[in-house]
């Protein structure tokens, strides 16, 4: 049974860079799957982030792409997202994801439970 | 880059049919046969109930189903049940040169 679990800092200061982990299990390997972020302020609908294969590529939403950074940790079975420069606009609950194929890797067939971040002073 | 349209509610009784719309453009939904609709009860983790315009995932039961037509995409869901009340997004691929995924501002759907 595939899982993920968010963590991070739940508070967040503007200006600064919202570091989380998605933590896997259930995997025999964190290689081999595109893995993303997508978010949902509050009271808004989702927005895509980015997904990244490896440590080989990524691809992050145009309107975020210039704060955003993602990796993975084969060893440690996990993978990550860095925001930086957040506002409050950044507030959101932030998901991890897995992406259904590594060919057409643009749905997400397991989500983790979702963490909430609030970028407040 | 817009969100993808879609209307912010929809209601059916027990046991009738719904379907929701999801209207983007010639970039998007109109070009790529990458449409993907999520369920989404509040305090849940989104699950996938279509992908690729019409694939259901495993364990996603036929009473859901998708198709595409132009630029607008569309979520069927029959023979609604109590669980099926939720809120619904649609995805598409929506990049070239940049690759990315544009969603929908999401539906309500209530089940009277």
């Known amino acids: 049974q595939v899982q993920l679990q968010e963590s991070g800092p739940g508070l967040v200061k503007p200006s600064e860079t919202l570091s989380l982990t998605c933590a896997l299990s259930?995997?025999?390997?964190?290689?081999?799957?595109?893995w993303g972020w997508i978010r949902q302020p509050p009271g808004k609908g989702l927005e895509w982030i980015g997904i990244?294969?490896?440590?080989?590529?990524?691809y992050y939403n145009p309107s975020l792409r210039s704060r955003v950074a993602m990796s993975v940790d084969t060893s440690k079975k996990h993978f990550s997202l860095k925001l930086s420069s957040v506002t409050a606009a950044d507030t959101a609950m932030y998901y991890c994801?897995?992406?259904?194929?590594?060919?057409?890797?643009?749905?997400?067939?397991?989500w983790g439970q979702g963490t909430v971040v609030t970028v407040s002073p | 880059q817009s969100a993808l349209t879609q209307p912010p509610s929809a209601s059916g009784s027990p046991g009738q049919s719904v379907t929701i719309s999801c209207t983007g453009t010639?970039?998007?939904?109109?070009?790529?046969?990458?449409v993907s609709w999520y369920r989404h009860h509040p305090g849940k983790a989104p699950k996938l109930m279509i992908y690729?315009?019409?694939k259901r995932p495993s364990g996603v039961p036929d009473r859901f189903s998708g198709s595409k037509s132009g630029n607008t995409a569309s979520l069927t869901v029959s023979g609604l049940q109590a669980e099926d009340e939720a809120d619904y997004y649609c995805?598409?691929?929506?990049?070239?040169?940049?690759?990315?995924?544009?969603f929908g501002g999401g539906t309500k759907l209530t089940v009277l």
């Open positions: 994801a897995k992406a259904m194929t590594t060919v057409t890797p643009w749905a997400f067939d397991v």
């Open positions: 259930g995997y025999s390997s964190s290689s081999g799957y595109y």
């Open positions: 990244l294969y490896h440590t080989v590529r990524a």
């Open positions: 010639s970039s998007d939904v109109g070009a790529y046969n990458y």
């Open positions: 690729e315009v019409t």
């Open positions: 995805s598409s691929y929506a990049g070239t040169n940049n690759p990315y995924v544009v």
